[in-house]
């Protein structure tokens, strides 16, 4: 075990801003007191692929309240090459039902509302394509994968040592569209003053929010301030700019007054991205033991005709297990649908849910135990770059969770135990993610009286960044916490990347430490002066001097469920995951991130689902009351545990980040527990009751 | 409580109505257009910024305020027909001096990350502790006619009209938990 923590890192802390939350007086995005403000109410497509031939806002403009419509006949231009999911409201072509055509503007939210039902649009419809398939005719190879991976991988010989495999496994798996659904959805309050734009985003990041306005309309950067003070979570959604941000800040300029304008639920389930559905084939190919030789995964998912987005679905079997022959691939269809983005652990998520699913089939093929299986393909170095770990715990994780989970006295045979009308199993999963930094600016101030401030362009989300960011600059300081403040969601503090690829504190935590570091250096030889003393340090040699090692945090999920008998319903009793994430800064924010992520691996598993109308080329359970995530009801016992690891070869902070190793194979380990539960092998989530009702075992 | 709803006088544009609202104690008379929801006249009008809008058609729970002394989605109800009515935001939970003993909890057990679902948990959790002391069965609940002891499992049930897609649920009962047990 580690020495006990002596200063704030370590220690568990409520979070901040935790009264401002339960009072109800944190401001989101739209909830900020602005004179004068009017509401923009976004008119999305109601044609699949064509071209708008006419609009007629005649009936909206006699709404009593209406300011103004905008269209691309009319709207305030925009650069053109920025980003072509935001070229909005400019051109009348349509690329996917959904996608915003207009704005109506107006002084109330009714008005508003009402008038964007009465929009008149008609539009040149052409045939359209918006279903995935592995025989789609517009199937390509991207030129690299989200996000900057190669595309295909190859080690040794695969076929070869497929084919002369003693146990050879080949499945094909499938994860349907699943919809991020933050529960603030997108929303922004734009308005203009004397040329300079001040937004209020639900962003994951608003430096590059600001970044992409000033050059969507071609303004100067610093004439753009983006704040996002408090953000109602995004899972990735909010990772980059969205249209929201760009429809506020058209339509503040057209009416020259404060706009404020939220996505609708409905609204949140293309537009602004979603995780592309996938098909991925997995071939193992073993001894009698359960050693793999050989490994491909070959990954399908869509795209749009707006913007390339490929998901790294197989990166995670590049670096996973070992095997001496291994090849990945990733192909893409490009469909007239909306462009799908990040969802939480994008690739990571629907990848080790195939591969972790694969290798229990294997350990069942072979007979072996699913967690001494995946011991026996530990890595010693990482099977894709050949480059040894800073730190590799799997094993480790994998041994303290089946101690913790009495993982020992498991019976393998599947559909063997029942509980009066409950067929019990269990199940087992790896997780890994990289842990990434990225260069950040930080500031650490002195004042005369003894306290401090440190600024970061930081987003927390619902992270709890905000509170790590504090103790970690405390410590730093080697001052008592309470002498600390810190300022985080805002364009106007010193730039820093988006909370996105779970390497938020680790890229800002490195800045503020080197910031206070500094600070503190400083103050040794000299006294704060009247005016306080600030110093400002940037990452960016520090980072891109990193020594190149594989860094992951690594897991474990252990599941049980229990799947009715008679009806197929199937319920998880227990989530237990293990995690060796480096250091954990704040264990109480840390818990929570973990448990959020196994919760939303159930949800995967379970119940969400989008399901397309191929007519129409959009999904039809766009809302909370048919797309299902998982609810209070649906999580019983859920635990999350951490190793005491020490990693040098992180950064400052010493963290690997915790975000979204959560999400990463837990619905794999439901899948798993379904199946001995069961001896059902569902291959394509969700695991509904009407996949398994007719394959149950006779009672 | 009162059984049915009162509409407000028409005012003189034929879209509007005059009613008299209480709000965590204040009253308020207020013109409002009669398609305002009850959510957008506590956000938009009284700017009481704590009710949040997550879904605007009663799936979320985030907008969830006490009416009358009951939980309510302040987003299915027309503000004009509560003309006289008592309402409750989570603006209203906390004591002059400190937060109530269930804010304090939620705080205490980390029940919410990025805090959006929140009020509407909060209001939600309060109302449900009223309706646990008045016996009043869920669908989980065993026996129908005991009184009802206010299990994980009850609380669970009764706490899943408020989604969390931070899923802080199981701090979220563990919060409510404390708060009952204290009572």
């Given at each position: 075990m580690s020495a006990p923590p002596v200063g704030a890192v370590g220690r568990e802390h409520p979070r901040l801003e935790g009264r401002d939350k339960v009072t109800g007086t944190a401001r989101y995005a739209v909830e900020y007191p602005v004179d004068d403000v009017t509401y923009g109410w976004a008119v999305p497509a109601a044609a699949t692929r064509g071209r708008i031939s006419r609009i007629d806002t005649a009936q909206t403009l006699a709404v009593p309240g209406v300011l103004d419509v905008l269209h691309h006949g009319n709207a305030p231009r925009l650069a053109p090459g920025v980003d072509d999911t935001l070229f909005l409201l400019q051109e009348p072509t349509v690329h996917y039902r959904g996608e915003f055509v207009a704005v109506v503007v107006a002084e109330t939210l009714e008005a508003a509302r009402e008038g964007a039902r009465l929009v008149r649009i008609d539009y040149d419809t052409e045939a359209h394509s918006t279903v995935l398939s592995p025989h789609h005719p517009s199937l390509y190879r991207p030129d690299t994968v989200n996000p900057g991976y190669p595309t295909d991988t190859a080690e040794g010989d695969f076929d070869a040592a497929f084919a002369a495999a003693e146990v050879q496994l080949d499945t094909t798996y499938r994860t349907p569209a699943y919809h991020?659904?933050?529960?603030?959805?997108h929303a922004t309050t734009a308005r203009w003053r004397d040329g300079r734009l001040l937004v209020h985003d639900s962003t994951q990041g608003s430096t590059p929010v600001q970044a992409t306005l000033a050059q969507l309309f071609g303004l100067p950067p610093e004439t753009v301030r983006v704040i996002a003070e408090h953000v109602g979570g995004g899972f990735g959604s909010k990772g980059a700019p969205k249209a929201p941000v760009v429809l506020a800040a058209l339509a503040a300029r057209q009416v020259d007054r404060p706009v404020r304008l939220a996505l609708t639920r409905q609204q949140l389930f293309g537009p602004i991205g979603y995780r592309t559905p996938t098909i991925q084939r997995v071939r193992l190919g073993a001894d009698a033991d359960g050693r793999i030789a050989a490994v491909c995964h070959d990954a399908i998912s869509q795209t749009s005709k707006v913007q390339e987005f490929a998901e790294q679905t197989a990166v995670y079997t590049r670096s996973m297990y070992a095997g001496r022959h291994r090849r990945t691939t990733h192909r893409l269809v490009r469909l007239d649908v909306p462009t799908p983005f990040w969802m939480r652990a994008p690739g990571e998520c629907p990848g080790a849910y195939a591969l972790e699913s694969a290798l229990d089939e294997l350990a069942t093929a072979c007979g072996v135990d699913p967690v001494e299986l995946r011991v026996r393909n530990d890595a010693t170095v990482d099977p894709d770059s050949g480059q040894p770990f800073s730190s590799r715990n799997l094993v480790a994780c994998l041994r303290e969770g089946a101690r913790r989970f009495d993982w020992a006295d498991r019976d393998p045979t599947p559909g063997a135990r029942r509980l009066g009308r409950w067929l019990i199993g269990t199940g087992v999963a790896g997780a890994s993610y990289p842990a990434r930094s990225r260069a950040a600016t930080a500031t650490a101030a002195a004042a005369p009286d003894g306290t401090f401030e440190v600024r970061v362009n930081a987003t927390d989300i619902g992270t709890g960044a905000r509170t790590a960011l504090w103790q970690l600059a405390a410590d730093a300081l080697a001052v008592p916490a309470d002498r600390v403040a810190i300022r985080v969601g805002d364009s106007d503090l010193p730039p820093a990347p988006v909370a996105g690829g779970s390497m938020g504190t680790a890229s800002w935590g490195w800045a503020v430490i080197r910031a206070c570091e500094q600070l503190r250096q400083r103050l040794r030889d000299t006294a704060v002066p009247a005016e306080g003393l600030t110093v400002e340090v940037s990452t960016a040699d520090e980072v891109r001097a990193q020594r190149p090692l594989a860094r992951y945090a690594y897991g474990a999920h252990f599941v049980q469920v229990r799947v009715d008998a008679d009806t197929g319903e199937v319920r998880v009793d227990r989530m237990l995951g293990v995690f060796a994430v480096g250091r954990v800064v704040n264990p109480t924010t840390a818990r929570s991130q973990l448990i959020g992520g196994m919760t939303m691996g159930l949800s995967m598993a379970l119940h969400e689902e989008g399901l397309l109308d191929e007519r129409y080329g959009d999904w039809v359970n766009h809302d909370l009351a048919t797309y299902h995530i998982s609810g209070c009801a649906d999580v019983e016992r859920i635990e999350a545990y951490w190793l005491p690891e020490e990693d040098p070869d992180l950064n400052p902070a010493r963290v690997k980040g915790i975000g979204e190793i959560g999400i990463v194979g837990s619905a794999a380990a439901v899948a798993n527990a379904v199946h001995h539960a069961t001896g059902v092998r569902i291959r394509d989530l969700p695991i509904r009751l009407d996949k398994l009702l007719d394959r149950l075992p006779a009672g | 409580m009162r059984s049915g709803r009162e509409s407000g006088k028409p005012a003189d544009d034929d879209r509007s109505s005059r009613i008299t609202l209480t709000v965590n104690g204040v009253d308020h008379d207020l013109t409002l257009d009669n398609r305002t929801t009850l959510l957008d006249a506590l956000r938009e009008r009284l700017t009481l910024i704590g009710s949040k809008k997550g879904c605007d058609h009663g799936q979320c729970g985030s907008c969830t305020v006490r009416l009358d002394g009951r939980r309510v989605k302040s987003c299915l109800i027309l503000a004009v027909t509560l003309d006289g009515r008592t309402v409750v935001t989570v603006e209203g939970l906390a004591g002059p001096a400190d937060l109530s003993p269930l804010q304090a909890a939620f705080v205490a057990h980390d029940a919410f990350q990025c805090g959006y679902c929140t009020p509407g948990q909060l209001c939600s959790a309060r109302g449900m502790l009223d309706e646990v002391a008045r016996d009043w069965p869920s669908a989980v609940t065993e026996d129908l006619t005991a009184p009802v002891e206010l299990t994980d499992a009850e609380v669970r049930e009764r706490m899943s009209g408020n989604l969390c897609r931070c899923a802080a649920y199981p701090h979220i009962v563990a919060a409510i938990r404390d708060v009952a047990a204290a009572r």
């Amino acid at each position: 075990m580690s020495a006990p923590p002596v200063g704030a890192v370590g220690r568990e802390h409520p979070r901040l801003e935790g009264r401002d939350k339960v009072t109800g007086t944190a401001r989101y995005a739209v909830e900020y007191p602005v004179d004068d403000v009017t509401y923009g109410w976004a008119v999305p497509a109601a044609a699949t692929r064509g071209r708008i031939s006419r609009i007629d806002t005649a009936q909206t403009l006699a709404v009593p309240g209406v300011l103004d419509v905008l269209h691309h006949g009319n709207a305030p231009r925009l650069a053109p090459g920025v980003d072509d999911t935001l070229f909005l409201l400019q051109e009348p072509t349509v690329h996917y039902r959904g996608e915003f055509v207009a704005v109506v503007v107006a002084e109330t939210l009714e008005a508003a509302r009402e008038g964007a039902r009465l929009v008149r649009i008609d539009y040149d419809t052409e045939a359209h394509s918006t279903v995935l398939s592995p025989h789609h005719p517009s199937l390509y190879r991207p030129d690299t994968v989200n996000p900057g991976y190669p595309t295909d991988t190859a080690e040794g010989d695969f076929d070869a040592a497929f084919a002369a495999a003693e146990v050879q496994l080949d499945t094909t798996y499938r994860t349907p569209a699943y919809h991020n659904n933050p529960m603030e959805p997108h929303a922004t309050t734009a308005r203009w003053r004397d040329g300079r734009l001040l937004v209020h985003d639900s962003t994951q990041g608003s430096t590059p929010v600001q970044a992409t306005l000033a050059q969507l309309f071609g303004l100067p950067p610093e004439t753009v301030r983006v704040i996002a003070e408090h953000v109602g979570g995004g899972f990735g959604s909010k990772g980059a700019p969205k249209a929201p941000v760009v429809l506020a800040a058209l339509a503040a300029r057209q009416v020259d007054r404060p706009v404020r304008l939220a996505l609708t639920r409905q609204q949140l389930f293309g537009p602004i991205g979603y995780r592309t559905p996938t098909i991925q084939r997995v071939r193992l190919g073993a001894d009698a033991d359960g050693r793999i030789a050989a490994v491909c995964h070959d990954a399908i998912s869509q795209t749009s005709k707006v913007q390339e987005f490929a998901e790294q679905t197989a990166v995670y079997t590049r670096s996973m297990y070992a095997g001496r022959h291994r090849r990945t691939t990733h192909r893409l269809v490009r469909l007239d649908v909306p462009t799908p983005f990040w969802m939480r652990a994008p690739g990571e998520c629907p990848g080790a849910y195939a591969l972790e699913s694969a290798l229990d089939e294997l350990a069942t093929a072979c007979g072996v135990d699913p967690v001494e299986l995946r011991v026996r393909n530990d890595a010693t170095v990482d099977p894709d770059s050949g480059q040894p770990f800073s730190s590799r715990n799997l094993v480790a994780c994998l041994r303290e969770g089946a101690r913790r989970f009495d993982w020992a006295d498991r019976d393998p045979t599947p559909g063997a135990r029942r509980l009066g009308r409950w067929l019990i199993g269990t199940g087992v999963a790896g997780a890994s993610y990289p842990a990434r930094s990225r260069a950040a600016t930080a500031t650490a101030a002195a004042a005369p009286d003894g306290t401090f401030e440190v600024r970061v362009n930081a987003t927390d989300i619902g992270t709890g960044a905000r509170t790590a960011l504090w103790q970690l600059a405390a410590d730093a300081l080697a001052v008592p916490a309470d002498r600390v403040a810190i300022r985080v969601g805002d364009s106007d503090l010193p730039p820093a990347p988006v909370a996105g690829g779970s390497m938020g504190t680790a890229s800002w935590g490195w800045a503020v430490i080197r910031a206070c570091e500094q600070l503190r250096q400083r103050l040794r030889d000299t006294a704060v002066p009247a005016e306080g003393l600030t110093v400002e340090v940037s990452t960016a040699d520090e980072v891109r001097a990193q020594r190149p090692l594989a860094r992951y945090a690594y897991g474990a999920h252990f599941v049980q469920v229990r799947v009715d008998a008679d009806t197929g319903e199937v319920r998880v009793d227990r989530m237990l995951g293990v995690f060796a994430v480096g250091r954990v800064v704040n264990p109480t924010t840390a818990r929570s991130q973990l448990i959020g992520g196994m919760t939303m691996g159930l949800s995967m598993a379970l119940h969400e689902e989008g399901l397309l109308d191929e007519r129409y080329g959009d999904w039809v359970n766009h809302d909370l009351a048919t797309y299902h995530i998982s609810g209070c009801a649906d999580v019983e016992r859920i635990e999350a545990y951490w190793l005491p690891e020490e990693d040098p070869d992180l950064n400052p902070a010493r963290v690997k980040g915790i975000g979204e190793i959560g999400i990463v194979g837990s619905a794999a380990a439901v899948a798993n527990a379904v199946h001995h539960a069961t001896g059902v092998r569902i291959r394509d989530l969700p695991i509904r009751l009407d996949k398994l009702l007719d394959r149950l075992p006779a009672g | 409580m009162r059984s049915g709803r009162e509409s407000g006088k028409p005012a003189d544009d034929d879209r509007s109505s005059r009613i008299t609202l209480t709000v965590n104690g204040v009253d308020h008379d207020l013109t409002l257009d009669n398609r305002t929801t009850l959510l957008d006249a506590l956000r938009e009008r009284l700017t009481l910024i704590g009710s949040k809008k997550g879904c605007d058609h009663g799936q979320c729970g985030s907008c969830t305020v006490r009416l009358d002394g009951r939980r309510v989605k302040s987003c299915l109800i027309l503000a004009v027909t509560l003309d006289g009515r008592t309402v409750v935001t989570v603006e209203g939970l906390a004591g002059p001096a400190d937060l109530s003993p269930l804010q304090a909890a939620f705080v205490a057990h980390d029940a919410f990350q990025c805090g959006y679902c929140t009020p509407g948990q909060l209001c939600s959790a309060r109302g449900m502790l009223d309706e646990v002391a008045r016996d009043w069965p869920s669908a989980v609940t065993e026996d129908l006619t005991a009184p009802v002891e206010l299990t994980d499992a009850e609380v669970r049930e009764r706490m899943s009209g408020n989604l969390c897609r931070c899923a802080a649920y199981p701090h979220i009962v563990a919060a409510i938990r404390d708060v009952a047990a204290a009572r």
